[in-house]
Nanobody
Framework: QVQLVESGGGLVQSGGSLRLSCTAS????????MGWYRQAPGKQRELVAT???????NYADSAKGRFTISRDNVKNTAYLQMNSLKPEDPADYSC???????????????WGRGTQVTVSS
């Protein structure tokens, strides 16, 4: 049993900042890449940022220079620091992690239920 739980979403003014957190719990043999995705109403889910266990990062063009992903591997937690938020940023933000639960099985992706981000003028 593995769960991902996000927190930190809410309402923020345009140009403001917000920090999201995602914690994995349950039976975990190993965690590889962790990342953040977002989905706005009527649109498909899209990548925001990912980070490997070793620290390599990958960002969407819209996130570069404004968002920063980080990890605490001891706490099994990923963070997304969002600065200079824009009107196009509001969405449901979901955490993703590739997790191996047993040495006998390959790693599989897991998803959190998401946290809402809203930007006001």
């Amino acid at each position: 049993q593995v769960q991902l739980v996000e927190s930190g979403g809410g309402l923020v003014q345009s140009g403001g900042s917000l920090r999201l957190s995602c914690t994995a719990s349950g039976f975990i043999f190993n965690i590889y890449v962790m990342g953040w995705y977002r989905q706005a109403p009527g649109k498909q889910r899209e990548l925001v940022a990912t980070m490997s266990k070793g620290g390599s990062t990958n960002y969407a063009d819209s996130a570069k220079g404004r968002f920063t992903i980080s990890r605490d591997n001891v706490k099994n937690t990923a963070y997304l620091q969002m600065n200079s938020l824009k009107p196009e940023d509001p969405a449901d933000y979901s955490c993703n992690a590739v997790i191996q639960t047993s040495s006998a099985r390959p790693p599989e992706p897991y998803w959190g239920r998401g946290t809402q981000v809203t930007v006001s003028s």
